[in-house]
């Protein structure tokens, strides 16, 4: 119980300590007139691969009853100096175990300096795990995220992920590769728009630690965009 209060402590001091970068606050997400078709394709590539679900975590399941809580940050490397924010907010993550094999997961967050959010699901599927017979764990993982907030678009990103693992006793390397897609479809008044499907591939490799009940775990995606991830939960 002392531990489970420091990691809740923890995921509190981390969150205000944390808060949307400089451009993201200062930024809503809206359509500017004269957008064109691609502008408004690279505009969805870019929400999409920041939308995503990360994994930010190891392939071992839960267990049945058993709940992973914890808050994740990502950030993005975009290429660009016309899309120079990100939705680098804090995310609130859920997870719970159904039974041996099966996971599954909710996240939201909403940017309380500017007009946008995301909700989204996943599941975790395990298909090996490791033991004596196995020397990794491997798994599957379909996602789907969607934007919320802004009046004039609307994003939703759905990704596949395959991903590989091994445990060193508290450490816990993992990488995978996904395919992912992107849909984003206009409202606004000032322009008219086709909706756009963007769709590709990443690869991502990160390191995740647990020590009691405080799991800690960070990785790098590279896709269209470099994007980086943090996460801290408690497991309970």
């Given at each position: 119980?002392?531990?489970?209060?420091?990691?809740?402590?923890?995921?509190?001091?981390?969150?205000?300590?944390?808060p949307a970068s400089a451009d993201a606050q200062?930024?809503?997400i809206n359509l500017r007139p004269g957008l064109t078709d691609q502008q408004f394709e690279a505009l969805t590539s870019d929400l999409g691969a920041i939308l995503r679900f990360r994994q930010l975590g190891d392939n071992a399941a839960l267990g049945r009853g058993n709940v992973d809580v914890s808050l994740q940050f990502a950030n993005a490397r975009l290429g660009?100096?016309?899309?120079?924010w990100s939705l680098s907010f804090p995310r609130?993550?859920?997870r719970v175990g159904v039974n041996d094999r099966v996971d599954i997961g909710a996240w939201g967050g909403v940017n309380a300096d500017s007009n946008y959010g995301l909700v989204g699901v996943d599941t975790k599927i395990a298909l090996l795990r490791?033991?004596?017979?196995?020397?990794?764990?491997l798994s599957v993982r379909p996602s789907v995220t969607?934007?919320?907030?802004?009046?004039d678009l609307w994003v939703g990103n759905a990704s596949v992920d395959l991903s590989v693992s091994r445990a060193f006793g508290?450490?816990?390397?993992?990488?995978?590769?996904?395919?992912?897609?992107?849909?984003?479809v206009e409202w606004s008044k000032d322009v008219d728009l086709d909706p756009v499907v963007d769709e590709g591939s990443l690869a991502y490799a990160g390191l995740s630690y647990r020590w009691r009940s405080l799991?800690?775990?960070?990785d790098v995606e590279k896709g269209d965009l470099v994007t980086y991830g943090f996460r801290i939960g408690t497991r309970f």
């Open positions: 119980m002392r531990t489970f209060s420091i990691v809740i402590g923890t995921l509190a001091i981390v969150a205000t300590l944390v200062s930024s809503d660009d100096s016309t899309r120079s609130v993550v859920a490791q033991g004596p017979a196995r020397p990794v764990s969607s934007l919320v907030g802004p009046s508290a450490l816990a390397p993992y990488a995978g590769i996904a395919t992912t897609s992107s849909l984003g799991v800690v775990s960070a």
